[in-house]
């Protein structure tokens, strides 16, 4: 019952009376499936269909938790080819793959936590298991759209490491891992990649992660990044990022303020509190001379890693206040920037966005890089040459 309904266009989650009753019965025969389930607390009434649907007075029924649904579904899945059945050799839909009709489950959302479940069942053979996660990293499509959909199966299959530990494991965590930190940060395959990292098995991933701080031709920056986001408590890394910031090496001196806000994000205990005290002494130096872009950065750090009767949490707001105060000319839009996080802490100053944006240079911020003035205005001036209606369109983004 629960995987056909997962099924369904009309109520995934949301089972109508009739239906159930197709599977287990009248509500109210004693000791049929309904009348248990009911009394068992697994399915609940949530009240009335809607009212532009058939039979808006019928009642309508829910499980405990859509994971009891989930599960159950995953139960009632005998093989993978369930969830996909597709034809690599002639990848079309529409025609019949071993005897039956091609099935893509895999790209429905709704699926997601049921084919997790399936690959944590232990009634499961291993050998199944691995046939599926090998049919996912070798999916192949029509060329226009065989990217897309060839990345979604590999993406799921690194998903999949975290419920059954294929043979196949290292590989694609690694093709993962190239793939969030070789490409530009800003291209969506990557920022795809860095997601998956985070839901993938994490212990997998952290020490590839650390290696290759050691390898020139990687992105140390968004490295560092990804391990703040997945690395919480793990000691290798912890000491891997204080020697990044306590080293004088200049190719990582640019990572430095990276790896301080990873560093915190992973910490905990005394190590957590001795660093934001560092950081906090750091900011009221004056011999550190930092931007008050840079201190924006460390203060929202001690904002969301500490609470209002921290030291480090008063000294944030205490300077973001004198950004947002400041009557320098040169710095209108950290003077907004700091503004806005006070709002959003109740913190009213008043203080309104500089006329004109450039958005530019909010990248510029975001990737702690600073161009010359010359720079920047022959970028925007090639981004004005963007619009579709300009016959220098190609040149101009072949130049950007």
């Known amino acids: 019952m629960a995987k056909k309904a997962i099924d369904g266009v009309d109520y995934q989650f949301r089972l109508r009376e009739s239906f159930i009753k197709d599977f287990l019965g009248e509500p109210k025969q004693e000791k049929s499936l309904f009348w248990w389930a009911l009394k068992l607390g697994w399915l609940n009434k949530v009240g009335l269909a809607m009212v532009d649907e058939k039979d808006p007075d019928e009642q309508v029924y829910a499980f405990l938790h859509p994971t009891f649904q989930e599960y159950f579904a995953a139960l009632a899945v005998p093989h993978w080819d369930f969830f996909l059945n597709h034809n690599n050799e002639n990848p079309n839909p529409f025609l019949k793959h071993n005897g039956k009709d091609c099935v893509y489950r895999i790209f429905e959302p709704q699926w997601k936590e049921v084919i997790l479940l399936w690959l944590g069942r232990e009634d499961i053979s291993s050998e199944t298991k691995e046939e599926f996660i090998k049919i996912l990293i070798e999916f192949k499509a029509k060329d226009k759209v065989h990217y897309f959909y060839?990345?979604?199966?590999?993406?799921?299959?690194?998903?999949?490491?975290?419920?059954?530990?294929?043979?196949?494991?290292?590989?694609?965590?690694?093709?993962?891992?190239?793939?969030?930190?070789?490409?530009?940060?800003?291209?969506?395959?990557?920022?795809?990649?860095?997601?998956?990292?985070?839901?993938?098995?994490?212990?997998?991933?952290?020490?590839?992660?650390?290696?290759?701080?050691?390898?020139?031709?990687?992105?140390?920056?968004?490295i560092i990044r990804i391990l703040g986001d997945i690395a919480y408590g793990d000691e290798d890394c912890i000491q891997e990022l204080l020697s990044i910031i306590n080293g004088g090496d200049n190719e990582k001196i640019w990572c430095q303020g990276i790896a301080v806000q990873s560093l915190v994000k992973i910490s905990d205990g005394d190590i957590k509190e001795s660093l934001l005290n560092c950081f906090t002494e750091m900011l009221k130096s004056s011999t550190h001379h930092l931007h008050d872009r840079e201190k924006i950065r460390y203060s929202i750090l001690f904002i969301n890693e500490t609470f209002p009767d921290y030291p480090s949490y008063k000294y944030a707001i205490q300077t973001l206040t004198e950004i947002a105060k400041s009557n320098s000319s040169s710095n209108s839009l950290e003077k907004y920037n700091a503004a806005q996080i006070l709002e959003e802490l109740g913190i009213h100053l008043n203080i309104h966005p500089p006329v004109q944006e450039d958005k530019f240079a909010l990248t510029l911020a975001e990737l702690n890089l600073e161009l010359e003035p010359k720079i920047i205005n022959t970028v925007n001036a090639l981004i004005e040459l963007l619009d579709e209606h300009n016959k220098n369109r190609e040149k101009a983004a072949a130049c950007l």
């Open 150 to 222: 060839q990345q979604r199966g590999y993406f799921f299959a690194a998903v999949g490491m975290t419920e059954f530990d294929s043979c196949l494991s290292d590989e694609i965590i690694k093709n993962v891992i190239d793939l969030s930190v070789k490409l530009f940060p800003f291209d969506p395959i990557a920022q795809d990649a860095r997601v998956i990292l985070e839901q993938t098995n994490r212990e997998k991933a952290i020490k590839p992660l650390i290696k290759l701080l050691k390898d020139k031709s990687y992105n140390h920056y968004e």
